[in-house]
Each structure stands twice: as structure tokens, then as C-alpha cells.
């Protein structure tokens, strides 16, 4: 079983969790012989967070309350608060998940905070743009690993900046393997074109029983 930790906090970005969080939860699309996955919110205190979009969210863990396992995954989804210093113990676990060869996903504002503490100094990675990374990550050595793409999978590690909330679910989604191959190209085209042909195409995929 996967578990998938969900750092939340204050004026997070919801629509950068939009597309991979409910697909995990959900299973709806998962091939029969997916893992069982546990998504589980976790922040620095157990006090209420303000999303970006006024939504309340009650965490339900504590940084250490984390289970490192190869099962385990760490979604950290962008926000305005990242420099906040409190924020350091989830990215000194973010070191610990990647030393492990554990699963990080970091989106936007995340991909600054992995920066400005040189954990994107040596893979390729990418976020909203290099010259982002120069100004908000003081200390940032990443230049020649920086992709200039929306999304970037490299191993356990894949980043995202902020426009690239649906390739970035569609990489770890395909990284955890949970759907068969071609309903996450179905899924992906649909979502990305909006076109009912690939809709279609997405519900002949699934398994008996996953229609709905």
C-alpha cells in the first residue's frame, strides 16, 4: 500500500494538487491490480491552514509522525509561505525520502524551498523558470540540471512549476503505476484537450466495475 503524505499549509495552491490528489484518493481509475493508497495531510502543528482559496484544512499528521518506507510518497504542493522557517523540518524529511530513494513530488513554491536547501543542486528538476530559482533560493547551484519543461521525472524526485499541475500528476501517477498505460494516456489527453473522444476512449480502459 502507498501512503501519501500531503504537506499542507498556509495559502496553499489548490489547483496544484487538483488533479493528483482526488485520482489517488479516489482509485477510480486504477487497474485492478493497483496498491491500495492512503492519502494522509500532514504540516507542522495540528492547527487549521488557510488554503490559497480561503479553504480550511485540519492536518491530519505531524511531521513526525511520517512512516519512511519505499511505499511512501511526500506531495509538496506550492504556496506563499515557503520561506517561513518553520517549514525547514519538511524539507530536511524531503532529504531523508530522497536519500531513501522514497518518492518526492514538489510543485511551484515547493521546488524554491528544495532549492535554497540544495537538494535540486545535482538532478534534473524544474519549476517556474531558472530565473525564479536565482531569485527566491539563495545558495541555488542547479543551473546546469534546470529542464525547461512544465514537469520533470527524475527517479523519485518530480517537479513541477505552477502551469504544470497535470503533467505532473500524470508523472506520478505513472510512477506509482497505479492505472494501466493506456488510461493514463486517455485520462491525459482528455484532460488536456477536453475533447469527448478521449473521455470515451478513457471509460473503454477501465476495468469491470470502475465505470462509474
Not at 525547514?88 to 530513494?101: C, D, M, T, Y
Not at 521546488?111 to 525564479?132: E, I
Request: proline share 4%; glycine share 8%; charged share 15%.
Amino acid at each position: 500500500m502507498f501512503t501519501i503524505y500531503v504537506y499542507v499549509l498556509d495559502t496553499l495552491a489548490d489547483w496544484e494538487l487538483g488533479y493528483v490528489t482526488p485520482e489517488l484518493n479516489s482509485g477510480r481509475f486504477f487497474k485492478k491490480d493497483a496498491p491500495r493508497v492512503s492519502l494522509k495531510t500532514v504540516s507542522n502543528s495540528k492547527e487549521p491552514i488557510k488554503t490559497m482559496g480561503g479553504l480550511t484544512i485540519i492536518p491530519d499528521y505531524l511531521i513526525e509522525d511520517i512512516v519512511l518506507s519505499k511505499e511512501s510518497v511526500l506531495l509538496l504542493p506550492g504556496a506563499t509561505t515557503w520561506n517561513d522557517p518553520k517549514h525547514s523540518a519538511i524539507i530536511e524529511k524531503a532529504r531523508e525520502f530522497l536519500s531513501l530513494g522514497t518518492t518526492v513530488c514538489a510543485i511551484c513554491g515547493a521546488t524554491a524551498a528544495l532549492a535554497s536547501f540544495g537538494l535540486l543542486d545535482n538532478r534534473p528538476h524544474t519549476s517556474n523558470g531558472l530565473g525564479f530559482l536565482e531569485m527566491v533560493a539563495p545558495g541555488y547551484k542547479g543551473q546546469n540540471f534546470y529542464v525547461d519543461q512544465l514537469s520533470v521525472a527524475d527517479h523519485n524526485l518530480i517537479t513541477a512549476g505552477s502551469a504544470g499541475a497535470l503533467l505532473w500528476a500524470r508523472q506520478i501517477i505513472e510512477h506509482l503505476g497505479v492505472f494501466q498505460s493506456n488510461t493514463l494516456e486517455s485520462w491525459y489527453d482528455y484532460f488536456s484537450t477536453g475533447k469527448s473522444e478521449h473521455f470515451f476512449a478513457l471509460m473503454q480502459t477501465l476495468p469491470s466495475g470502475n465505470e462509474n
